[in-house]
């Protein structure tokens, strides 16, 4: 299990993407639709296999059921709300997993095929604090491969949960994230052209 992506969540893309922006000192680059989950996104690459995707409701968009990521509970500032790892095995990986973390799904974007677990109600395990899995098969090349490098790293990605050391333990050890008792948030931290940033 890697560290794939972390995302920023917005009740609007643009107001997302500027604030994203306006932190790290980068412009971020188009992403596209969900069309399934009735989101878009934009992104942007931290080297090292690793990339950003801000995310929020596409008001053009029908969904065909409750919206992935937590997104139609969402409210308030664009922050940090979920963290994506990639498994060799999906079904695997989740026959591991809590069954918090939902079910394997087949999606497409362009020329972009991935499998990701997702609950039926579109909520996010744990309060997020579990990560959402994610298969890339074989022969795509994953956007955190494929992105140019903006010339920001992601140092660390905090999970603050009450139940943070239950959690922990259902994980192996991931790079860059650490976990923290307390309430129910997340902390993103990188290098950026500006020094140090937290999200």
Not at 3 to 15: E, G, K, N
Request: proline letters at 12%; hydrophobic letters at 45%; aromatic letters at 8%.
């Amino acid at each position: 299990m890697l560290l794939d992506h972390v995302a920023i969540a917005a009740t609007d893309l643009a107001a997302g993407a500027a604030a994203v922006e306006a932190a790290l000192g980068v412009p971020l680059l188009p992403g596209g639709q969900h069309l399934r989950y009735g989101t878009h996104n934009r992104l942007l690459g931290l080297g090292e296999g690793l990339y950003l995707e801000v995310i929020a409701t596409d008001p053009g968009l029908t969904p065909e059921g409750p919206r992935w990521f937590g997104l139609d509970r969402f409210a308030g500032p664009p922050r940090p709300a979920n963290w994506i790892c990639a498994v060799p095995d999906l079904d695997a990986a989740l026959a591991a997993a809590p069954a918090s973390a939902g079910r394997a799904r087949e999606l497409s974007r362009g020329d972009l095929r991935w499998r990701i677990a997702v609950p039926d109600d579109g909520s996010l395990p744990w309060d997020g604090a579990f990560p959402t899995l994610i298969e890339w098969p074989a022969g795509i090349t994953p956007p955190g491969q494929s992105l140019p490098d903006s010339g920001v790293r992601l140092t660390g990605w905090e999970v603050h949960h009450p139940e943070a050391g239950a959690i922990a333990a259902r994980l192996p050890v991931i790079g860059k994230v650490s976990f923290h008792p307390g309430p129910a948030r997340f902390v993103a931290r990188f290098d950026t052209p500006r020094g140090p940033v937290a999200l």
